[in-house]
């Protein structure tokens, strides 16, 4: 991306507009800025495309992500996400394998293209009063990945040890995936550095901000999914065992299914949604003897599991392209289709 291109200063002005509107904008100011955010839809802008050329630097200051660009990168700490060659990206996923660069740069210029088209992409699940008390939410928020008007909703949570968020490989590429399919996708950036409990806090908050917005959003909350990789599968499992309110979220229906990547969590409770699962059979941080144990619990208590170990893959294999587990994706949102009612 050439920093020397000239943004034309209507499309500056409508750029800051769009983030006053979004980005900026904690839960409780949602509404009253709807007028607003339906008038700016008449607006489009020319940011340009990243290219592989790219370095995560020109991410940081790509003005189409002004007010957000830095949850876009799997680090909090900004000196980790600086100066890394797109082409490189894997050196921000220590956890993670099969990482595509391509597939990465792909789905951040579907963001662009989305801003291009006058759509807001990032919500803040927290208000300004939140994050004043407690200034660690300020790294969370919601993208927003659109399908079809009115459609259902799930949420993505990537995984990264509860150290960083893999997004740029597990959870903006399922959302672009998912999204073609017709569905709204968010992909959750959440808490790290905490554990998971916090991280979770977060999921169930960004739930309840979807369903007190959904009219705004333009999204169905029935029969709405759950995914996760890895730490993201814990988070997502958990909400699907216990239930919103048990993290702090409003009083909400449980998902209609969960939708777990190579994880190791064991815990489940007594009523499980439909539970998809898949892993590699050469993963070592979650080992699908681990995952078969909670099936097979899942499985004797009548929950309805489908699970797909794929061979010669290792942990973290996002889409799986190029590998035996190339295709998940597409499964897991047929599975999940047959649960929405």
């Not at 020397?4 to 949602?30: Q, R, V, W, Y």
């Not at 008038?39 to 007010?67: C, R, S, V, W």
């Not at 009063?129 to 399908?147: E, H, I, V, Y």
């Not at 079809?148 to 968020?165: L, M, Q, R, T």
Request: aromatic fraction near 12%; include cysteine; charge should be neutral.
């Amino acid at each position: 991306m050439s920093s020397n291109k000239k943004i034309p200063m209507k499309a500056i002005h409508l750029c800051l507009l769009s983030h006053l509107i979004s980005g900026e904008t904690g839960a409780a100011d949602f509404h009253s800025n709807n007028k607003m955010m339906h008038q700016k839809q008449e607006y489009t802008f020319n940011y340009q495309h990243l290219t592989m050329d790219d370095n995560t630097t020109d991410i940081l200051n790509h003005p189409a992500f002004n007010g957000f660009s830095s949850l876009l990168l799997p680090w909090n700490e900004a000196r980790h996400n600086e100066n890394v060659p797109i082409r490189n990206i894997q050196r921000l996923l220590p956890y993670h394998s099969h990482i595509s660069p391509e597939v990465a740069v792909n789905s951040l210029n579907r963001m662009i293209d989305d801003i291009n088209q006058g759509q807001t992409v990032f919500y803040n699940i927290y208000s300004e009063q939140q994050k004043a008390q407690s200034p660690d939410k300020n790294s969370t928020g919601l993208f927003f990945f659109r399908g079809k008007k009115d459609a259902p909703f799930a949420i993505i949570c990537p995984g990264g040890g509860f150290e960083y968020v893999g997004a740029v490989h597990e959870g903006f590429p399922y959302a672009a995936e998912i999204s073609r399919q017709g569905y709204n996708v968010f992909v959750l950036r959440y808490r790290v550095g905490q554990g998971g409990f916090n991280a979770t806090q977060d999921l169930a908050s960004a739930i309840s901000f979807i369903y007190r917005n959904a009219a705004s959003l333009q999204v169905s909350t029935q029969g709405y999914s759950l995914w996760g990789s890895s730490a993201g599968a814990r988070m997502a499992a958990a909400v699907g065992s216990y239930g919103v309110a048990q993290f702090g979220g409003e009083h909400l229906p449980k998902p209609a299914a969960v939708i777990m990547a190579y994880t190791g969590y064991s815990d489940y409770s007594e009523h499980e949604p439909p539970t998809f699962v898949v892993v590699g059979s050469n993963d070592g941080i979650a080992p699908p003897a681990v995952m078969q144990q909670r099936i097979n619990a899942l499985k004797r208590m009548g929950t309805i599991v489908e699970y797909h170990q794929y061979p010669s893959v290792g942990h973290g294999f996002g889409l799986g392209e190029g590998t035996s587990a190339e295709g998940w994706i597409l499964l897991a949102t047929q599975f999940w289709e047959k649960w929405i009612k």
